[in-house]
Nanobody, 115 residues
């Protein structure tokens, strides 16, 4: 069983920055895939960014050039550096982990960007 604990959300003005962290515990191995999804009110959950164990990354077009995903395999932690935030980035951000075919989700952290 894997537990994911997120931190770093909050309220920021447009143009500001936030850094999200997600630490995995309870797993004896390295996750194949870690990343972030988000869900805005009244919308479906959508992909933000993913990173493989080999540090290959994938981003949604809406965040390319503004967000950077990274991970520390030794710490079993994934990060999301969010710069130049926009009001449309407001959502609950969920940490995601895929390991040996099983998907795990964090509890979510709120990010609110004011205009």
């Amino acid at each position: 069983q894997v537990q994911l604990v997120e931190s770093g959300g909050g309220l920021v003005q447009a143009g500001g920055s936030l850094r999200l962290s997600c630490a995995a515990s309870g797993s004896a191995g390295i996750a194949n895939l870690m990343g972030w999804y988000r869900q805005a009110p009244g919308k479906q959950r959508e992909l933000v960014a993913l990173i493989t164990s080999g540090l290959s990354t994938n981003y949604d077009d809406s965040v390319k050039g503004r967000f950077t995903i990274s991970r520390d395999n030794a710490k079993k932690t994934v990060y999301l550096q969010m710069n130049s935030l926009k009001p449309e980035d407001t959502a609950i951000y969920y940490c995601y982990l895929l390991r040996t075919g099983v998907t795990y989700w964090g509890q979510g952290t709120q990010v609110t960007v004011s205009s």
